[in-house]
């Protein structure tokens, strides 16, 4: 049984369609066809219902697919255990934030790429939520809090994030001092999430409001700059605008707790060591960033 039939399954499996199967792969959709009906033929049962729409599991396909990952999964370990060390071949598909991820990650995979020559990488920036597991990807990078799931994280490093608005704003509408007076002001915000305050070893969680939402920090940036509402965004995409006066802190003496970056992959007994040396690259960038901070 040819492991890249099994890979290309799981993959047409988890993706829902050949057509991005092959994308994900990189190959034709008629290499991934040949693929399917190769291993369909050797198992003597049919894995996949294919139509115009996609492609579904049947049941049998269904419980293969878990055997066939695991497979998969651990001879990728082994190939890694035998390999030289500084050796690192494949292909890595990372997701990270567009808000952060071109500015401060980007280099980082860049320098990952120029390292291992035989690494294939390929990075999605989106602040959209990705779905590691649906959507194929190796890890992603993540910046914030982190909500409940079954993804395995490793903390990267802290970051810090504040309260800001535009002089024109604070002049029109005034400055919130406190959290009771902060929910009554306008925000410019991503969706309807609280925003949490720290006072003294209590946090208190805030529901703001606003008419103006986005899916990126860039954007929310721009609007507070105008003097749409307050923005809570990280003050590393924010220190020429603080420095300049165009936005100014609101309520510095309920700060926002802090923040962290995170690596998230899907759960594995054994996370593959192209995830592993990318996680310690980001650990040491982001170290010599603060260390850099603090100096300055």
Request: glycine residues 8%; proline residues 7%; hydrophobic residues 45%.
């Amino acid at each position: 049984m040819d492991i890249e039939d099994l890979r290309t399954f799981v993959e047409v499996a988890d993706a829902g369609g050949v057509t991005p199967a092959s994308r994900r792969l990189g190959i034709s959709k008629s290499m991934v066809s040949r693929r399917l009906v190769r291993l369909e033929t050797e198992l003597s049962v049919q894995l996949l219902a294919r139509s115009t729409r996609g492609a579904a599991l049947t049941e049998a396909g269904a419980t293969f697919r878990d055997y066939a990952a695991r497979v998969i999964a651990e001879i990728d370990v082994a190939k890694e255990v035998i390999r030289p060390a500084g050796e690192l071949r494949g292909r890595l598909r990372v997701a990270a934030p567009l808000s952060f991820g071109p500015t401060h990650f980007a280099p980082v995979l860049a320098e990952m790429a120029a390292r291992h020559p035989e690494l294939h990488i390929h990075s999605c920036y989106t602040d959209r939520f990705v779905d590691l597991i649906t959507e194929g990807y190796d890890c992603a990078i993540r910046v914030g809090t982190l909500p409940d799931s079954n993804l395995i994280a490793r903390r990267i490093g802290p970051i810090r994030a504040g309260y800001v608005a535009s002089p024109a704003y604070i002049e029109k509408y005034g400055s919130p001092e406190t959290p009771e007076e902060f929910v009554t002001h306008q925000a410019v915000m991503q969706g309807t999430e609280t925003w949490p305050t720290v006072d003294g070893e209590k946090i208190i969680a805030m529901r703001p409001r606003g008419r103006f939402k986005a899916d990126n920090a860039v954007a929310l940036i721009a609007a507070a700059i105008a003097g749409v509402g307050i923005a809570g965004v990280p003050l590393d995409l924010i220190k020429e605008h603080l420095a300049s006066g165009v936005l100014v802190p609101v309520m510095p003496r309920y700060p926002i707790p802090e923040l962290a970056i995170y690596v998230v992959r899907p759960p594995g007994q054994h996370p593959s060591r192209k995830v592993r040396v990318l996680t310690e690259m980001l650990i040491e960038c982001f170290s010599e960033h603060k260390a850099d901070q603090s100096v300055n």
